[in-house]
């Protein structure tokens, strides 16, 4: 028991962890859902608001008559406009129109002034919410801008607050951590912790279609944005909040697919989370199927659902916007990998035998791709092989890998069919996915498989 509080900014944290139990299978990894709808602005964004304020307090840059300005999607606001109710600040918050009113209408009961910009202009457009925000602060005597996007307080938060939660509920024994990308702050901070601790502990970022992350991420080039429903996670910018580098994966996840995991979640699970939230079961649930049983994944639901009643909740806009009809277009390659995982176990030809039967048994697989120095695939190492080697003698743990790699075959594109996935696959036991001759997947007969049996 928590005992009494005298104030509810220290009711912030020490949110559940909830084992999901019908949105996976019985032979799937075990996946345990963080609750951050639990806090008391229902959402994982009260733990930033309230360490980035009082961070400013300390440093003078917030004072008494101060006016709190930040672009925000929801959720950040009600954090900041939560902790500014109790410590008594003004808050103007700024907010694409693509948000739930649900959401423009909880800042307001807070009395927070909302002015809400349009969704479809670039980030530098002067009407966009992070401009608006900025010209605000600029015209307001006496304003002090959260900066949620760039503030590396945002990193901190989370390495301070979720990273340790998790680390301690679990005692540290999971194999992944999956979470949604939106300024990147939450991703990056429990990421940094979590790798500190154990390094073997895998990221997992998830993204939506539309937005930049994934692309940067896999290519380091920005894709050209463009709009999608689910909200808060992607971007159409680089936000400095983002550390790649605590990150191992990011996973891709069309609004179909969050909108859908979510209604799943409350009518299944009787969790009532949002969109992001169905977006990061989604590939959680993905990413059990791959692992087994043996594995444990901790993925963190953001927000609550609550505010998404007329949104994905109710059937005549999910109708509405075409999310209950079926996909008629012909299902691609692309598709498949979207909720695959994309850490690749590679070799060079310079490695030792050794070291490559050691990995083989470690991670669990029968065959590796072989890359030149370019990181290009020239051919691939099969547990057969080197079998064979080892039995008829004709090659030592101390030889170099170049001897027993074969030719590559089954290769393919992102944009190829399943039907041509499928033929090649008849033919061989992996497909090796290429996108302008770099490796990107490979693909097994049990991931199209589970991909067909998801499909329907």
């Not at 895998?202 to 944005?225: A, K, L, Q």
């Not at 079961?281 to 692992?291: G, N, P, S, T």
Request: aromatic letters at 6%; charged letters at 25%.
């Amino acid at each position: 028991m928590r005992g009494i509080f005298s104030n509810v900014l220290q009711a912030i944290g020490d949110t559940p962890l909830v084992q999901l139990n019908k949105v996976v299978g019985r032979h799937d990894a075990r996946v345990l859902a963080k609750l951050e709808y639990m806090n008391p602005g229902s959402s994982v964004k009260d733990r930033m608001a309230l360490h980035i304020i009082e961070k400013a307090e300390r440093e003078g840059l917030l004072k008494p008559g101060s006016v709190i300005v930040e672009n925000t999607s929801g959720n950040t606001g009600v954090g900041v406009a939560m902790a500014a109710a109790i410590k008594g600040y003004r808050c103007i918050f700024t907010m694409p129109d693509k948000m739930s009113q649900e959401k423009v209408n909880r800042l307001k009961a807070f009395g927070a002034d909302v002015i809400v910009t349009p969704t479809a202009v670039p980030a530098d457009d002067p009407n966009s919410y992070y401009e608006t925000a900025k010209r605000v602060a600029r015209e307001t005597p006496n304003s002090f801008m959260i900066n949620q996007y760039h503030n590396k307080d945002n990193i901190d938060a989370h390495y301070r607050s979720t990273g340790p939660e998790i680390f301690e509920q679990t005692a540290g024994n999971f194999t992944v951590f999956v979470a949604g990308l939106g300024t990147g702050g939450t991703m990056s901070g429990t990421a940094k912790y979590l790798k500190e601790r154990n390094p073997r502990i895998r990221t997992v970022g998830v993204d939506p279609e539309g937005s930049i992350y994934y692309d940067m991420f896999h290519t380091g080039h920005h894709n050209t944005p463009h709009t999608y429903k689910v909200e808060g996670i992607g971007e159409d910018m680089v936000c400095g909040a983002l550390e790649f580098a605590h990150i191992d994966d990011v996973i891709q996840v069309n609004d179909r697919e969050c909108f859908n995991m979510a209604r799943r979640l409350c009518r299944e699970e009787g969790i009532f989370a949002g969109g992001s939230s169905g977006g990061a079961v989604h590939v959680a649930a993905a990413l059990a199927r791959e692992l087994g049983r043996n594995a444990t994944i901790v993925v963190l639901l953001p927000d609550s659902g609550a505010i998404y009643l007329s949104k994905f909740f109710n059937d005549g806009w999910m109708k509405d916007n075409g999310f209950f009809e079926p996909e008629l277009r012909e299902a691609t390659v692309r598709d498949l990998l979207r909720g695959k995982s994309h850490l690749l176990h590679t070799c060079t030809p310079e490695e030792a035998l050794g070291e490559i039967i050691v990995r083989l048994k470690r991670e669990g697989i029968s065959q590796m791709p072989v890359l030149s120095a370019k990181g290009e695939p020239v051919g691939m190492i099969h547990e057969i092989d080197v079998l064979g080697a080892i039995v008829e003698g004709t090659a030592a743990r101390g030889d170099k890998v170049e001897s027993l790699v074969k030719p590559l075959q089954g290769v393919i594109n992102l944009d190829a069919s399943i039907e041509q996935l499928r033929n090649i696959l008849g033919q061989d036991n992996v497909a090796v996915v290429v996108d302008s001759s770099q490796l990107v997947g490979i693909i097994t007969k049990i991931d199209l498989i589970d991909y067909l049996a998801r499909r329907g």
